[in-house]
């Protein structure tokens, strides 16, 4: 008789590991079609999260602290026997490694957290299998397609499980943009928090809406009429120098190649998805969740994006404003002991929300 898997046994069937570029960091990256291949998901579901995504897969690095390589054996307790994973969304033509040190300085500050960097909505690894329709790359549905994915990972609570885990969302620009679309019906009391640094949700930046918009109606002809190709190669430069304001060289570069390597049509979707989204339905559950704005980003507008969050009643207390741009976390030429300092900030805000979150989960909230 073969014995069942056990929840993480998915951990094993990683497709690459070595050592993170962070010192006494770890890392393993997954494919979610290796794990429906080996049965260490249910297929269904597997199948079934990837159909109604449009994917044609989805793939993660995870990172954990360890000096030396965990032996196999021992990846499962690695992993699965901790207080939390740091869930990281990168934003427009992003992947995974845009975090760049992030990750591996949570993990190393905090060694009983794991850090899960997402290729998704379309980009990286990720990939849609054809051209994505609106309403599957839209900040609600990638938001959906993440929850789904954790559930799919079991890396919640489980019942029966003593020990308390949080999951701590970390999402740039349309990454942070999806954050506000999490569904807390499906989340206990300290269960998971939020942080969206220069979250791109633009429901009350009528302008970028309509540039968004068009930008990808533009993007689109492209995709379908060769002829406007030169019409791109003009407006490429000026696209990506706004995707990475206040970047590194290496974000700048990573932007670039995978801007190159995103089918067009991909692209041109979701810059109109993020241009035509006005989805308001957005649950007002704010005690752990923070959001953090460059005070010159060209992709989201300060004083719109402070209008949107007053009229949502956001906390003034969850809301912080740095010297910076879109990266204004990312360390690059243009301000480099400010944007050292907001990278510092960020992690120590991953950090306090998820000790936040870990306490509430203890104590519950507490009235009068």
Known sequence: MTAQPTLLAWTRSYFYRGAGEVPGTQIAYYRLSDLINAGLVTPSEGRGLLLSSGLLDLTWQVMWADNDPTPDEELEDKIGNVQGYAIF???WTGNHAIWESIPGLVVTVNRRLVAISLDHNGFGD????????IENCNPPADMKAVEALIDLLKIRRQPGQPNLKVINFVGHSMGGAALFYLNPINWRVG???????????????????????????????????????????????QVLDALTAGSSAYVRQLHADQYQKTP?????TT??????????????QWSSFKVVLGHRDPLVGLLPMMDMLSHLEFPAA?????????????????????????RELV??????????????????????
């Open 89 to 91: 969304m990168h934003g």
């Open 318 to 342: 969850n809301t912080r404003v740095v010297a910076g741009s879109h990266y204004f976390f990312s360390v690059g030429p243009e301000a480099v002991y400010q944007h050292a300092q907001n």
């Open 191 to 237: 269960e998971e928090t939020r942080l969206a640094l220069a979250p791109a949700l633009l429901l009350d930046d009528e302008v970028k809406k309509i540039f968004y918009t068009a930008l990808g109606i533009g993007i689109g002809l492209v995709n379908r009429i060769h002829v406007f190709e030169i019409v791109e190669r003009a407006i490429k430069p």
């Open 264 to 268: 067009r049509g991909t692209t041109a």
């Open 347 to 368: 992690v120590q805000d991953i950090l306090e929300l998820h000790e936040r979150a870990f306490a509430l989960q203890r104590t519950g909230f507490r009235v009068g």
């Open 271 to 284: 810059f109109m998805a993020m241009g035509l989204l006005n989805n308001r339905e957005i649950p007002r």
């Open 126 to 133: 990720s990939r849609f299998a054809e051209t994505p329709a």
